[in-house]
């Protein structure tokens, strides 16, 4: 196992634990960095490195890593758990769960070794890592990687799981109606929730019904997004009553560099030779699959509509649409043309490129021949798609995705959806593909999709911004002073503590009262470190009392 050192004095020390999958690592690497570039902290990223993909370890072994940041491997659990070879194969948020639960188990060791970091970020789906933080009083703070919107609804879910005994959710005859938030149609529920009878509905309860655990949440997203349900969690009665965390908008966080490989920097070269904003750009995520059948009708979309794209290519599954989940980046031995069309890879050579597998994405969409972006509407995919300024067509695959191309389309209007052939088994027919792909590259409404999208991009850039008061910016550096402010707090009390022992001769005395006292007091602590009142702090004890410690006018330096 491989760790980190804990820090100096002047470093202030924080840990940060993913879940497995590219669409969690991905986010949660981009905050250490931001922390350790931007912020100076001491970042140890714990690595659960049970069922890697390429795609991981590429990202994580990069040489250009801040010094300050660490990679500390969390070895393959030596027992465990053993599903069904049946929800292997089609069930990756139950198996992501497992791989958790089992590769958690040496947690608090790793903690100790690395010297208690002063605070834990974690993923939304690690949440067993509370328990163990309470035992060694370390603040742990919840890394939403999907929507605020989603959050809200997460928060929500417990009291419909009460309230709603009689039937699924999705049988409900009116959308869902999240306290302060837009309504969400039944047939765009994240699928964790679609049937509670199952483990997966299970386990992304257990999850969302201890989020108020959290000291606070981080949310990959910015005021001007969303700012109907952020406006919402701060404001609405019904999230002060659960109470819900504090809420710390800071994004939008994307990939700013990235390994470049052989294939990608071919990717980059064609997009060089190609006019401004003529590409369409497919890719469905680290873990998106079309069946054999949607797939082909692509293909053929794409070259009746006669325009240029760059297509993100893996085999196809007929079995699950998140059967790459746990292989992204892994190299796809297949040949392509051995599941597409015979002919299309003659056919539209010039006008088309494929990439196997996995490619430069932030690189692609930044790009000046980009003109849109056909996605599966992932969460780190859109926020990507909007800081760049790129329209989508939106392509929904799992997970909350339907939710996220809902809003894309009907609320921001920033993308588009082609409809279904229900006549086909609800597959998009090429015909249709062939009309929204025309429609986001040369109609006047794709036009005012890519003036939107620039909009939300300059917003995203001014929320960012380190020297004008960006509202995602001073968001994080008012969370990493707080942490700072508590350890300097943490170190006066102790330093008094110790003061007062030397001066009374008793060395009986531990620090483990004065500990209990400030996580008895922390909300006091944080209100006033946040107002910038003056705080004081003495530490006084009489003859065999226990030290106590008042607070009057201390100030973090």
């Not at 952020?230 to 819900?244: G, M, R, S, T, V």
């Not at 909009?455 to 990493?480: D, F, H, I, M, T």
């Not at 209100?527 to 008042?550: I, M, S, T």
């Amino acid at each position: 196992m491989s760790m980190a050192r804990s820090e100096t004095a002047n470093n202030l020390h924080v840990a940060v634990l993913p879940s497995p999958g590219m669409g969690h690592i991905i986010p949660l690497f981009n905050l250490a960095n931001r922390l350790a570039t931007d912020h100076g902290c001491h970042v140890s990223y714990l690595n659960i490195t049970a069922e890697a993909s390429a795609a991981q370890t590429q990202l994580l072994t990069s040489p250009n890593l801040p010094p300050n940041l660490h990679i500390v491997h969390i070895p393959p659990a030596k027992q465990p758990t053993h599903l069904p070879q049946e929800e292997q194969s089609t069930l990756a948020f139950t198996r992501l769960c497992h791989i958790v639960d089992d590769n958690l188990r040496e947690l608090k060791s790793i903690l100790l070794h690395l010297g208690k970091p002063k605070a834990l970020i974690i993923d939304i789906f690690c949440t067993q890592a509370f328990e163990v933080c309470k035992q060694l009083s370390i603040p742990v703070y919840t890394f939403y990687t999907a929507s605020a919107a989603l959050f809200a609804f997460s928060l929500y879910l417990p009291v419909m799981d009460r309230e709603i005994i009689d039937c699924e959710f999705v049988d409900l005859p009116e959308p869902i109606r999240v306290p302060g938030c837009s309504p969400i149609r039944t047939e765009d529920l994240i699928t964790q929730v679609t049937n509670r009878k199952i483990e997966e509905y299970k386990w992304f309860l257990f999850h969302s019904s201890r989020l108020p655990m959290a000291a606070g949440t981080l949310l990959n997203t910015w005021n001007e997004f969303e700012p109907i349900t952020l406006k919402a969690i701060k404001e609405n009665p019904f999230y002060h009553q659960i109470p819900a965390p504090p809420i710390y908008p800071i994004g939008p966080l994307i990939k700013e560099t990235e390994p470049i490989t052989k294939s990608g920097a071919e990717c980059l070269a064609w997009l060089d030779s190609q006019p401004p904003e003529s590409v369409v750009f497919v890719a469905l995520g680290s873990g998106g699959s079309l069946t054999e059948l949607q797939l082909t009708e692509v293909a053929w979309g794409l070259e009746l509509s006669g325009q240029r794209f760059i297509w993100v290519i893996r085999a196809p599954s007929d079995v699950d649409p998140t059967a790459a989940f746990f292989k992204a980046g892994d190299t796809d031995s297949d040949d392509p043309r051995t599941f597409l069309p015979a002919g299309f890879v003659e056919r539209t050579k010039g006008v088309g490129h494929l990439v196997s597998s996995w490619a430069p994405q932030a690189k692609v969409l930044g790009h000046r021949s980009t003109g849109a972006f056909w996605s599966h509407c992932g969460w780190n995919s859109t926020l990507e798609s909007m800081t760049y300024g790129v329209p989508m067509i939106a392509w929904p695959l799992y997970a909350e995705q339907r939710m996220n191309a809902s809003v894309l389309v009907e609320d921001i209007g920033v993308a588009v959806k082609p409809a279904v052939d229900p006549g086909m088994g609800e597959v998009v027919t090429r015909e249709e593909i062939k009309r929204v792909v025309s429609k986001i590259i040369e109609s006047e409404e794709g036009k005012a999709m890519r003036r939107k999208a620039r909009e939300l991009s300059q917003s995203a850039a001014k929320a960012l911004n380190s020297s004008g008061n960006g509202s995602s910016y001073e968001s994080l550096v008012r969370l990493v002073h707080k942490w700072k402010a508590n350890q300097i707090f943490i170190n006066t009390i102790n330093r008094e503590i110790e003061r007062e022992e030397s001066r009374r001769g008793d060395r009986r005395q531990t620090c483990s009262q004065s500990q209990i006292f400030i996580n008895a007091d922390k909300r006091e602590i944080e209100r006033g470190c946040e107002g910038g009142r003056r705080l004081g702090l003495q530490v006084y004890g009489h003859g065999d009392q226990d030290f106590a410690v008042r607070l009057d006018h201390w100030r973090p330096e």
